[in-house]
């Protein structure tokens, strides 16, 4: 298959031998994430001219994880359980590439000129209110993650010393998975996190089709989805993407209290319902839109939907659309994966809001304990969130597009929609229409505006090269 960064189809299995040069220059963690329940994410400014700079990285770039180590390690472990090595993986910034000396001629001015510059565009704190070393001038990424949090640890303490030779460490990162008791990925405020993802291989498009079905909502992808031709490799199958990355403050005390009061203030008087409507799944990823009115309603039974208690044995649903659900009754408009994924129930429609999709690699950080959850009153109010990330192939019509146009805007996808209850961004920003009750359309006598428990803390826009480019 050449030209994968046109190709708008998965991998066919088939096709994988053929592209194996192509998947040895291509960094890991793109097309498949690296999997790991731990991450390190450092973060440097190099001082020492190019030549330097540029002798570290053809050194460390035999060590890079690429996309043929992940397949192999993958089969490996399907075949025989043994685990893969540490993941490691190099990206670089506009202004890291211009101290390499590399022409950003085939680069977006968005990448080109940084997070910095987007400030305005997606409505993020000013620079001044970011974390200090998200402030300075970034240029390069150094991707760690591993199973092992103590061995992790003590190859990112490494890693920090030899880059030490090359420039400074102005900011780490460390993230830690976290689950609930079904082994599902969860963020903190308690919300399975990450299930739908695009697909680019034909074997994850077959093993979601037999575990829930893909007919309501199909999450395969074309590699074009992520990846661009490398402009600073010549080779024909030379491919790279850009990473996004956000480290976003989770203020759980608040999100849960004002769940809460949500709860109270409709007539279901349930904070479960509340959250289900703002976030669009409940807790353990059952989505709100597949819950049945009267399963939800005082009278109706029991207070929660069926899934919430009995979820089905292929997991945490994902094959759903709002086709049944046009009018918002169960899963409202402004609700967190209807305003960042609407599939197909955008103004856009079905085509249109595919185009848009992110490949997440966040994880989140920050320590609380795991089983035992605290009153409201002991839950954290910062220092814990989520290290967003996310490969696309466009910054601007991807990333841009779907944080400014859809999440920050009040009238997406229509007028007086409200913003992203979540991680919504607007100022001027008005009440979200919550209804009076789960299933009906009358709204709260007295609006509650529910936002502000996410808080951007910093951030930057990076590329990542193919292999051949570092050496």
């Known amino acids: 298959m ?61 060590k890079l994880t690429t996309l043929a180590k992940q397949l192999k390690e993958r089969q490996e472990f399907k075949e025989s359980g043994l685990e893969g090595e540490i993941f490691r993986g190099v990206l670089l910034t506009g202004k890291g590439l211009s101290h390499l000396g590399a022409s950003l001629a085939g680069f977006p001015a968005e990448f ?33 993650a591993d199973d092992d949090r103590h061995f992790l640890s003590r190859e990112a303490r490494a890693l920090i010393g030899r880059l030490s030779t090359v420039g400074n460490v102005v900011q780490v990162e460390t993230g830690h998975g976290r689950r609930n008791d079904n082994g599902d990925h969860i963020e903190h405020f308690g919300y399975v996190d990450g299930r739908s993802q695009p697909l680019f291989f034909e074997e994850e498009v077959a093993s979601e089709q037999s575990n829930g079905g893909i007919d309501k909502w199909d999450p395969a992808a074309g590699p074009n989805l992520v990846l661009v031709k490398d402009p600073l490799h010549a080779h024909a199958e030379s491919y790279g993407s850009f990473f996004v990355f956000r480290k976003l403050d989770q203020d759980v005390r608040g999100f849960k209290r004002a769940e809460e009061n949500l709860g109270n203030a409709q007539l279901n008087a349930d904070k479960e319902i509340a959250g289900a409507q703002v976030v669009g799944r409940f807790e353990n990823g059952a989505p709100v839109t597949l819950a049945a009115a ?20 292929t997991g945490v649903p994902n094959n759903f659309n709002y086709d049944a ?30 185009t848009k999709r992110l490949a997440r690699r966040g994880i989140p950080y920050g320590d609380r304990p795991e089983k035992e959850e605290p009153s409201i009153d002991l839950m954290p109010s910062g220092n814990v969130g989520l290290l967003f990330g996310c490969f696309v192939a466009d910054i601007a019509q991807q990333f841009e597009f779907v944080q400014g146009t859809w999440v920050n805007n009040n009238s997406f996808p229509h007028s007086n929609d409200g913003i992203d209850p ?10 979200q229409p919550w209804s009076q009750r789960y299933g009906q359309m009358v709204p709260l006598a007295t ?22 480019f570092f050496g």
């Open 325 to 354: 659900d046009a009018a918002g009754q169960r899963c409202p408009f402004h609700a967190h994966i209807r305003k960042t994924n609407p599939r197909g129930s955008s103004p856009g429609g079905l085509d249109f809001d595919r």
């Open 112 to 144: 080109k000129n940084g997070m910095k510059s987007s400030v305005p565009r997606l409505n993020d704190p000013a620079v001044p209110l970011w974390d200090p070393g998200f402030r300075q001038e970034i240029h390069a990424l150094f991707i760690l």
């Open 447 to 468: 609006p509650i505006d529910f936002k502000g428990f996410v808080r951007m803390r910093g951030g930057e826009y990076f590329y990542a090269p193919s292999v051949p």
């Open 2 to 62: 050449p030209n994968l960064h046109q190709s708008a189809t998965p991998i066919l299995t088939a096709q994988i031998p053929a592209l194996a040069p192509a998947f040895e220059r291509m960094q890991g963690n793109i097309l498949k994430s690296h999997g790991r329940d731990h991450a390190v994410n450092i973060f440097v400014h190099f001082t020492k001219p190019k030549a330097s700079v540029k002798a570290f990285l053809k050194k460390y770039a035999p």
């Open 422 to 431: 979540v991680i919504g961004q607007n100022p001027s920003s008005t009440p």
């Open 294 to 313: 009267a399963t939800m309603s005082p009278g109706g039974g029991t207070s929660l939907p069926a899934p919430v208690d009995d979820l089905p044995p």
